[in-house]
């Protein structure tokens, strides 16, 4: 597993209906420098330009800070990925198997509810 940096810059613009433009005057900044920022099409980033991006965001009512624009996520290897796809067409798509067929519908039961069970089951408490 390898960690990967993810700008999530264009979700926070989209979920909040902003537009680059908007953001970039908001933040005093260069509306070229936004759009890179919204494509992710950037190698680093200066934390003068993190602090204007969460300010100008602040300015437009959201409550923002720097982890909304940028997450260290996780992502598989290729090794990785290739058994996970290979054990979830194994278990037929759904990574709990294969539903029996005829299990559709929620079959009722008359015994006790397991609430009843447990004090037997864990014995003494303490």
């Known amino acids: ?3 990967q940096m993810h700008i999530g810059l264009a979700e926070l613009l989209r979920r909040h209906n ?6 970039a005057e908001a933040a ?7 759009n890179a920022l919204f494509r992710a099409r950037i190698e680093r980033v200066e934390l003068g330009t993190l602090v204007d991006l969460v300010t100008g965001l602040r300015r437009l009512g959201i409550k ?5 624009i940028l997450q260290v996520v996780d992502e598989p290897d290729e090794a990785e990925q290739a058994a996970r796809e290979r054990a ?3 278990l037929g798509g759904e990574p709990w198997g294969l539903k029996p067929k005829g299990l559709a519908e929620p079959v009722p039961v008359s015994d006790p509810p397991v ?4 004090p037997d089951l864990l014995g003494p408490s303490l």
């Open 1 to 3: 597993m390898t960690a």
């Open 18 to 23: 902003i537009s680059q433009k908007q953001l």
């Open 115 to 118: 609430e009843d069970l447990l």
């Open 88 to 90: 979830l067409r194994l």
């Open 64 to 68: 923002a800070d720097v982890g909304d």
């Open 28 to 34: 005093g900044m260069r509306p070229a420098t936004v």
